[in-house]
């Protein structure tokens, strides 16, 4: 099949169909296939091999979170990308479920246009991650000790790269971080993707999450 393949989640069957029924005949979209828990997300992702997987959080025999660990973890190398369907924006797992792996979460109600973008923005390698909830993100791991100290890749990065590297981890876009340092928006994403490299990251989140294990985020990164 040609296309973005998704893989739905959930245990409620209305929940699933619903969301099929969203995708019908959005060009370039395809689902290929369905799964009620976690446990049957792993094995059907291992052999339907989806480009993008929607994944609810609480579900039987195994949630989405343990799912989601399972799914993102090196030694799959299956290449899929789990986002995370929540019915709260401040869900108590959104934190844990992008620890695991998630490349973003989404809420289960959202529009049709929302899902569809994030969908195609997520299979296209970039994470699902608002500046409102990077600043949440941040604000979480701001109350908790970090966890070890600065990694040498920082040493590697160019002046222009840790520029860039603070104001993503303050939750600015791309198109923020090119007005606020007077660059180009392609050349901030060529920066962005150096950073992935030199970090061993793929995607904002993980720069987060990356931050924060080397005790690079306090309360002073923190936008007013």
Do not use: W
């Amino acid at each position: 099949m040609d296309g973005i393949r998704i893989l739905i989640v959930d245990d409620q069957p209305l929940v699933r169909r619903g969301l099929r029924s969203v995708f019908e005949g959005l060009p370039g979209i395809v689902t290929v296939g369905e799964s009620p828990d976690g446990l049957d997300a792993v094995r059907d992702v291992r052999r339907l091999r989806p480009d993008v997987v929607l994944m609810d959080v609480n579900m039987p025999r195994m949630d989405g979170l343990e799912a989601t660990r399972r799914i993102c973890a090196p030694e799959e190398n299956s290449g899929t990308r789990v986002i995370i369907l929540t019915m709260y924006d401040r869900d108590e797992h959104v934190f844990e479920a992008l620890r695991t792996g998630a490349s973003g979460f989404l809420l289960k109600d959202s529009p049709t246009s929302t899902l569809e973008q994030a969908v195609r923005e997520v299979a296209a390698g970039e994470a699902l991650l608002s500046p409102s909830v990077t600043r949440r993100l941040i604000g979480e791991f701001a109350r908790r000790p970090s966890l070890s100290t600065p990694g040498a890749e920082l040493s590697h990065l160019t002046d222009r790269e840790l520029d860039v590297f603070r104001l993503l981890v303050c939750g600015h876009s791309n198109q923020e971080i090119a007005r606020m340092l007077v660059l180009g928006e392609s050349t901030v994403k060529s920066h962005v993707q150096h950073l992935y490299q030199k970090l061993g990251v793929r995607d904002r989140v993980q720069v987060v999450i990356y931050a924060y294990e080397n005790g690079l985020i306090d309360r002073r990164l923190l936008p007013a």
